[in-house]
């Protein structure tokens, strides 16, 4: 149902209540998924960054 069939329903501000609620908990689910996935990338790159490194380290080392 739509937040208005709910608004305007005899007793629809208890259900409108519940329906932004539940809409809250998503986003704030999203959020998170979000924030860990984002740190998880940055930690990768940063890994791959480093490889990066060595590898031009051992490269210039050899020649």
Known sequence: MLPAVYQNAPG????????EQGFVDALLARMGM?????AQYRSRHEAFLEAA???TASR???G
């Open 12 to 19: 629809g501000f208890d259900k409108l209540q519940n329906f």
């Open 34 to 38: 979000e924030k860990s996935r984002a």
């Open 53 to 55: 490194r060595s590898r």
């Open 60 to 62: 210039s080392a050899e």
